[in-house]
């Protein structure tokens, strides 16, 4: 029996399912989970000293390439003055003007731990501050597992192909709203229903959660526009695309300017930082100074804010970004030519250090077109690589994510697995 699966049966006995969140648990694509035990740069090495070429990443922090020197440093440098103080600290100043500096939408940030404290708290903040109830999110794109969010969600959620979550009262969910994404009619029409009552959209300006789809053109600008015309708050969750689609994330991409901004993964660098920040006037509702509560016993915890912040200098080094587009570029197109070549229906997208796999015809625009993408050849796929020492992520439904460390003899490993593999397919 391997390491792997030992390790794995044990884990059932405390753990639910094995693992602390789902989607780690190989349930959509069969077979025993890698318990990895190390990582440096692209590479991560399972139980068995396997090595995997990692196209995760742990979901989009690692874009510097796992336990980078000067990061891993910094937290062994700050630890040793103490590992969390509930107290506030310079720290947290210098990440929050960091997150500012580069995110002109953002005047002013709280700092919570994970993605999920972010997008709850951003929404409690929307309706506390325009005193509405009812919200918009779009199928298929995931905020985390706060309540009011655990409808039609993506991620783990879509890949269990169980559109809500058991646990959740009726009444939790009949604020929200969902639609569906890339589809700006029905937002309007949403609006003219039920406008006065809604509090915010809440959307992936680039969805990352139902493998990685983007906006059509004038969709963002649409719901822009749809918000400030009924006085509701457009927030961007950029916890997956902040500092990872590009150095000002899908806002500085794009040009449109949310209300409030959910950050999380690439701003911890490793470490669990989350954020929501956004307008100064909104901001300022947040208890202590305004009437909506949110607090976090390890909010701004100094040694993951060390890691944090040095992780965003790194980032600023002149022409990471290009460079990691770059990569993701020749990833991208070589697997679709490789794909093309052997004769099977795959196509590719990418942006910044995130990309999409889609074994259909077309790159998808909408949850229900990525959901005729052929998840068993899929599976194949992932498991044939994985068999030749790379790893992507064990689901359809998820973005693919590359790090300055993916050099081009990484690729090239990666391609020449990928034209074996294709022949099996
Ligand atoms: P966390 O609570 O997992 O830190 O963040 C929730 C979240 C919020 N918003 C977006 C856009 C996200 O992508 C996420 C979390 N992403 C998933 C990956 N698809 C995390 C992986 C997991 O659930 O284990």
């Known amino acids: 029996m391997s390491r792997n699966t030992q390790l794995f049966e044990r884990a059932c006995q405390t753990i639910p399912g094995g693992v602390n969140s789902p989607v780690r648990a190989f349930r959509s694509v069969g077979g025993t989970p890698r318990f990895i035990k190390r990582a440096q740069g692209p590479y991560i090495w399972d139980a068995e000293d396997t090595q995997y070429i990692d196209y995760v990443g ?8 796992h336990a980078h020197p000067e990061v891993v440093r910094v937290v062994q440098e700050t630890a040793v003055h103490g590992l969390s103080f509930g107290a506030p600290t310079e720290g947290e100043i210098e990440i929050a003007e960091a997150i500012a500096a580069r995110l002109p939408s953002i005047k002013k940030v709280r700092l919570v731990s994970s993605g999920t ?11 506390g501050f325009t005193g509405r109830s009812k919200i918009i999110k779009f199928e298929g794109c995931y905020h985390g597992h706060a309540d009011s969010l655990l409808v039609k969600a993506g991620s783990g959620m879509l890949t269990f192909g169980n559109p809500t979550s058991a646990g959740v009262p009726p009444e939790f969910i009949k604020h929200t709203l969902v639609l569906d994404y890339n589809k700006l009619d029905a937002v309007e029409a949403a609006f003219k229903e039920h406008g006065q009552d809604i509090a915010c959209i809440i959307v992936e300006p ?8 983007k906006p059509v053109p004038g969709f963002l600008e649409g719901l822009r526009a749809l918000c400030t015309q009924y006085g509701a708050l457009l927030i961007f969750d950029e916890v997956m695309t902040g500092f990872r689609a590009g150095p000002q994330g899908v806002q500085g991409l794009t040009g449109v300017t949310p209300d409030l901004t959910t950050l999380a993964k690439v701003i911890g660098g490793g470490m669990p930082v989350g954020a929501f920040g956004g307008r ?56 679709a030519q490789r794909a093309t070549a052997a004769g099977i229906e795959m196509c590719t997208d990418y942006v910044g250090g995130m990309f999409g796999l889609y074994f259909c ?16 050849r899929f ?47």
């Open 379 to 425: 599976k194949k796929f992932f498991h044939g690589m994985l068999n030749r020492g790379v790893y992507f992520a064990p689901s359809a439904f998820e973005a693919g994510f590359i790090s300055g460390t993916h050099d081009d003899a990484v690729i090239q490993a990666t391609l020449d697995a990928a034209e074996e593999v294709f022949a099996t397919l």
């Open 280 to 335: 100064a006037d909104i901001m300022d509702h947040i208890a202590p100074l305004g009437d909506v509560y949110q607090a976090g016993t390890l909010s701004g915890n100094p040694v993951a804010v060390a890691a944090g912040l040095v992780t965003l200098k790194l980032l600023a080094e002149p022409g990471f970004y290009e460079q990691l587009s770059e990569q993701n570029r020749k990833l991208t197109e070589g697997l």
């Open 361 to 376: 015809g077309s790159v998808p625009t909408s949850f229900d077109e990525v959901s005729t993408c052929n998840t068993e």
């Open 58 to 65: 742990s979901w989009g922090p690692a874009i510097l390439g």
């Open 117 to 127: 404290e972010s997008t709850m708290s951003a929404i409690r903040l929307a309706r």
């Open 206 to 213: 680039i969805a990352g959660n139902m493998n990685l789809i």
